[in-house]
């Protein structure tokens, strides 16, 4: 995101824009099948946004047999430089997702009603873009390629291992719920990283699109 798309809703507040909008829970099936949504879309790398899908020559680690439920404490992504806290989110008044508080910009949240890093399903783990002054935790995910690893650590001491699979932007119009949330492979554990993406509609308060990271666990740590 360039400086000129850091835009403000208001003072001190971060701009949240759709990334949150589409987490709508009416529109998350996690796994069902999905209806009256439309196809999502993938796009090509421009400026910071990644290629959307794998290479077909980017040879991936097999699955690791997904770990019990424990709770997620700490996001890494060493490629990036990222190292933060993670806390759970519940629903807002409007039945969206609740991202990170405003003024925690470098946390992640995690959809607690849902899948634990590690365990069988598909976790969430949502955070903001940027702030009006700087860039926030997710700034650079787009940049993420297939077979980069993330990391979760766990209350139960077990560093969950995830393997990015695969990058996409899906836009606003076209967003559809089971290509984002659902399962690309039905019995592993798998994560989803999700913030802003695209550039910023002043008209909407919003953002364009969303950055969807696809990752699944291929092995543990401590």
């Known amino acids: 995101m360039s400086g000129q798309d850091r835009l403000t809703v208001g003072p001190g507040r971060l701009v949240t824009g759709t990334a949150w909008v589409v987490l709508l829970l009416g529109l998350w099936l996690w796994g069902r099948e999905a209806t009256d949504v439309r196809e999502g879309i993938s796009r090509p790398a421009t400026g910071d946004m990644a290629a959307a899908g794998r290479p077909p020559d980017i040879p991936l680690p097999p699955a690791h047999t997904p770990l019990g439920d424990a709770l997620p404490q700490r996001l890494d992504i060493p490629g990036l430089g990222v190292r933060a806290p993670v806390v759970a989110r519940g629903l807002d008044a409007e039945g969206a997702i609740e991202p990170p508080p405003f003024d925690r910009p470098d946390a992640v949240g995690w959809y607690a009603a849902g899948a634990t890093p590690g365990a069988a399903g598909t976790a969430l783990l949502v955070g903001h873009v940027d702030t009006e002054t700087e860039p926030a935790v997710f700034h650079a995910v787009s940049t993420l390629e297939p077979g980069e ?57 919003s953002y364009t699109a969303n950055v969807v990271v696809s990752a699944y666990l291929t092995g543990t740590g401590s």
């Not at 899906?170 to 492979?185: I, K, M, S």
């Not at 695209?198 to 308060?205: E, V």
Request: some cysteine; proline content about 4%; charged content about 30%.
């Open 149 to 205: 690893t993330v990391r979760v650590t766990r209350d139960d001491g077990e560093v969950a291992e995830f393997t990015v699979d695969d990058v996409q932007v899906l836009t606003r119009d076209g967003f559809d719920a089971q290509q984002a949330y659902g399962p690309r492979d039905t019995g592993r554990a798998e994560l989803r990283l999700i913030t802003c993406g695209g550039t910023f509609d002043p008209a909407t308060d």
